[in-house]
């Protein structure tokens, strides 16, 4: 399962940049990384984890922030085309999960 976090936050005013920041660094902290500016996402091996993130990141969303959050599976997270310019790529790969014996 994949979280993303997808977001528009105001830039206009001292404040509402340190409100940015800190919430792009408390997403970064979380785990998430940047796919393109203000799309991040993050994987989780079950749904019931990715919805436990999906509300620490609900609970640091900034007054007047737009923020998305968007869950796909696996499987419809391989089916993204990726492009740098015209040449395609492949999407990243989940991360490796520890086995514990």
Do not use: C
């Not at 994987?43 to 796909?72: M, N, T």
């Amino acid at each position: 399962m994949w979280l993303f976090v997808l977001f528009d936050l105001p830039v206009d005013t001292k404040e509402a940049r340190k409100e940015y920041a800190q919430f792009r660094k408390s997403i970064l902290k979380q785990g998430f990384t940047m796919l393109q500016f203000s799309v991040y996402a993050r994987y989780f091996a079950s749904e019931e984890k990715s919805d436990i993130q999906r509300h620490k990141v609900s609970g640091i969303i900034p007054p007047e922030g737009r923020v998305r959050l968007l869950s796909v599976t696996d499987r419809q997270f391989g089916k993204m085309d990726v492009f740098f310019g015209k040449n395609r790529v492949p999407t990243e790969d989940p991360p490796m999960q520890m086995s514990f014996f």
